[in-house]
């Protein structure tokens, strides 16, 4: 089995940043997809921004320019740095993850969630 571990979530103000990581765990083969997604209060969830294994990188429109993801496939680690956050951004954000655990079987991992409150 994986599993995901998110950290860095918290209160912060306007115009604050803050940097979020999901590292993995576990019987890993490769990693092909790493991504962001975030849950608002009242709204569905949506995808904040995935990276690829060859590095192709999707944000949300509302987030371009002030967002940023990356990953470190030494330690298995996405980041996700926040900054020019808005009241707006107030989510609980989750990493997922596209793991092969051998060369032909892969399965869909999430991490528990972080909360990230911005206060206006």
């Known amino acids: 089995q994986v599993q995901l571990v998110e950290s860095g979530g918290g209160l912060v103000q306007a115009g604050g940043s803050l940097t979020l990581s999901c590292g993995a765990s576990?019987?890993?083969?490769?990693?092909?997809?790493m991504a962001w997604y975030r849950q608002g209060p009242g709204k569905q969830r949506e995808l904040v921004a995935d990276?690829?294994?060859?590095?192709?990188?999707n944000y949300a429109d509302s987030v371009k320019g002030r967002f940023t993801i990356s990953r470190d496939n030494a330690k298995n680690t996405v980041y996700l740095r926040m900054t020019s956050l808005k009241p707006e951004d107030t989510a609980i954000y989750s990493c997922n993850m596209y793991v092969y655990t051998s060369v032909t079987a892969w399965s869909e991992y999430w991490g528990q969630g972080t909360q990230v409150t911005v206060s206006s």
């Open positions: 990276i690829n294994s060859g590095n192709a990188i």
């Open positions: 576990g019987n890993i083969f490769r990693i092909i997809r």
